[in-house]
Every structure is written in structure tokens, then in C-alpha cells.
């Protein structure tokens, strides 16, 4: 390659550097601190809270382990939007009876839909086999009917 091209790609790279130091500044929409959990729904066993926990409750709870790549932008943007709207679907540290989500948490789970393909990337402890996605689907549906 020319020193043209070179410097080009140096250019590119020391833009691309420069743009991601800055993005670092603009704030995240979201607070990563947990509010208090209020109240939980009656669970139907340990298991089906324990199975839960470790495979959604990230996203639907208060009790969010937030890593920390979840502090790099653009990273902590997308993982603030996929927690709010989690929480806003489902979220079992503010249980008051029926959620709006809660009848349709069985069927994503046993569908597969969750947890989501990309939280699984970084989350492999929250993968479930085909055993613990059908005893975690008839839990919810267990714990959730109550």
C-alpha cells in the first residue's frame, strides 16, 4: 500500500478513536441504580425463583447485575433501553398480582423468544436447556396464576 493510503486509514482510525472517546460523555437515559424491590409474586418452588433470576431477571427485575461494559458507550445505551423496557413488561420486584406480561411469559419462554440471543453472548450461565425452559415455563404459569 501507498503512504497515502496509510495515512488515510490513520485518518479513519484516529477519528474513529476520537469519536468513541467522546461518546463516553453523553449520559445514558437511564440509572443503572436498582430501586428498592417492593414485593415478589408468590413463586410456585425455589427452582422456578432460582431458574428466573438467572436467566431474567436482568432485564425484568430490580436486582440487574450491571457488568462493566454496561458503563461503555454505545453498549451502556443499548442495555439501559433493554432493561427500562423489560422492567416495563415484567417486572417481578414490583409485583402487585396480575402484570400485563405475565401470561405471556410462560409462552416466550418455551418459544424460545427468551432470553434474548444477544444477552445470551455475554450471559451463557442464562442459557436454558429444553428441561429447564419447560419447568421454567410451568413455574411461571404456577407462580404467576396465584
Not at 482510525?13 to 428498592?36: D, E, L
Not at 427500562?84 to 405471556?104: I, T
Amino acid at each position: 500500500m501507498s503512504s497515502s493510503k496509510w495515512r488515510i486509514i490513520a485518518v479513519l482510525v484516529g477519528i474513529a478513536v476520537v469519536i468513541g472517546a467522546a461518546i463516553q460523555f453523553v449520559p445514558t437515559p437511564v440509572s443503572r441504580v436498582n430501586p428498592p424491590v417492593q414485593s415478589e409474586p408468590p413463586w410456585d418452588s425455589p427452582a422456578t425463583r432460582e431458574t428466573f433470576y438467572r436467566a431474567c431477571g436482568d432485564c425484568h427485575s430490580n436486582q440487574t447485575a450491571w457488568p462493566w461494559y454496561s458503563r461503555t458507550a454505545p453498549m451502556s445505551w443499548l442495555i439501559a433501553a433493554d432493561v427500562a423496557k423489560g422492567r416495563g413488561r415484567l417486572n417481578v420486584s414490583e409485583w402487585n398480582g396480575r402484570q400485563r406480561s405475565a401470561d405471556e411469559a410462560a409462552e416466550v419462554v418455551l418459544e424460545g423468544e427468551m432470553p434474548l440471543p444477544t444477552y445470551l453472548i455475554m450471559h451463557p450461565n442464562a442459557r436454558l436447556s429444553e428441561e429447564e425452559r419447560q419447568a421454567l415455563a410451568l413455574g411461571l404459569e404456577a407462580s404467576f396464576a396465584r
